[in-house]
């Protein structure tokens, strides 16, 4: 039942990358390697001027935010004024990550933020580059322009990013300007690459890396502590930068539409943005839903989750803060978490944002659209288009594969043990190139985040059987039948699989598509199709 389609790579433009050789190369001289060299050897004895914060999209808060903090000890110790800016390109707006959902909850925590800091005499400017090649002359051009002696940011880990703040070092010292660029950890608990295994190499498993993560926590338990917020300037400061306090937050662009205003109206309530809605949502977490997590994490009809994905994605509450408020509730003591099952269930799905954080600069090709596995790139992949119109539209005639599409059209988000079902059944039953599903879940997510989305997506030989799957994790049904309301009158274990559980008539009554392809045939093809392509790979 499988069709039969022309084996071919895919050459739609998103899936453009360098080849595997010119990747491992990469990975030999990390960028990482190279950043961390100009921090060490950063010279700070600058005479204090103006003191400038630079946010970035993952940090997008003023509580807890590691280098803010730092740029307000600074302005304070040499009472010279704080100023914070935000840098960004119109085409980081059209680009991965940039579902008109995620924008904006972005351009409207943004919004937020600057209210916030406005209230401490504190501008945040709003910078553009028109290119994304741009950026470094634009920053540049705001240092020299306010007088800056210092500032300070926080580390973003991928390539294009890491490399963008090796030229501001190179910049800065070759065009001989007299400002201090200060970077700090602050999206992880544990600096990434610092975990290392009995060769004293950064760990690569992550129940290792789990295990070594629990007991340093443990054993470190300020490395959870919180800061609260950046002091005030003096209220001159709103008269000295006036300009600065004027900037306008962009708006949403037209290339990245609501379907409606309702849509929107919808969206903006299911995902409020602001510390403090992600505040609230925590506290709601860890009263009401996290001692049931462990028995209901793979359930998504329980809807147990946390919810706070969109937050930590983009910096909105620090990992720090909601691991403390997790370990206080645990009950135990500081950094530990081994009292609630819940709890420590949740914790662990948060060590793995901090696990992928520490392979994304051990393996920096992870942010080129390469596999970590580089033989996957030499795997032939169909070229169906009707089966990625199914997958896309919740059409693939598999009831748990469909509701979870068809959840994340609708609310931007989907549940996590949706997101590796439907990822299996592209890369595997459909033989769809998986880079294709990876960027659709980033123009569509709400959550969307390179590190998290790309090693969630990473290619595997296992096939998930959706079937087996939805019989395990929604044994009533009532997922599906929430999100497939064809399926919503059909009784029993029919509606796991109804084209071959119900007989023809009262299936064709439902109105619901038959199975694109066979399960078992494709999850041959696709077994047999790895084999040989990556027993080929010229690796």
Known sequence: MAPKHERTKSSDDMLRHPSPKKAKEIDQHTPYEALLDHMDKQNADQEPRTILHWFRSKELRAEDNRALMAASRKSKEASAPLVTCFLFSPKDMEWHGT?????????ETLRLLQSQLKEMNIPLAILTAESRGDKGPVMLN??????ISHMFANLEYEVDEMRRDISLFERLESDGMDTAFHLFHDQSVVEPGTMKGGAGTPQKVFTPYYKHWLDKVAKEPELLDTEGLPEANDKEVT???KDLFDSSIPSLPKSKPFASEEERKRLRKLW??????????LDDFLKNKASTYKTNRSTPAADNSSRLSPYFSAGVLSVRE???AASEADGRAPGTFDGDAGIASWVREIVFREFYRQRLVGTPHDSMNLPHNLKFDYVRWEDDGEGWRRWCEGATGVPFVDAGMRQLRHEGWMHNRLRMNTASYLRTNLLIDYRRGERFFAETLVDWDLS?????WEPSYTVFNPVVQAEKCDPDGDYIRKWVPELKDVEGKAVFDPYHRLDKKEFEKLGYPKP????????????????QDMAEADI
């Open 272 to 281: 409020p943005a602001g510390h403090a809605a992600a505040k609230k949502r």
């Open 99 to 107: 579902s008109p959902v995620r924008v904006d909850f972005t351009l």
């Open 322 to 324: 909601a691991l403390s």
């Open 239 to 241: 008269t000295k930068f």
């Open 452 to 456: 998290n989305n790309h090693q969630g």
């Open 516 to 531: 694109h392809v066979d399960f078992k045939e494709s999850r041959q093809r696709c077994i047999e199709r790895y084999k």
């Open 142 to 147: 705001f240092l020299k322009k306010h007088n």
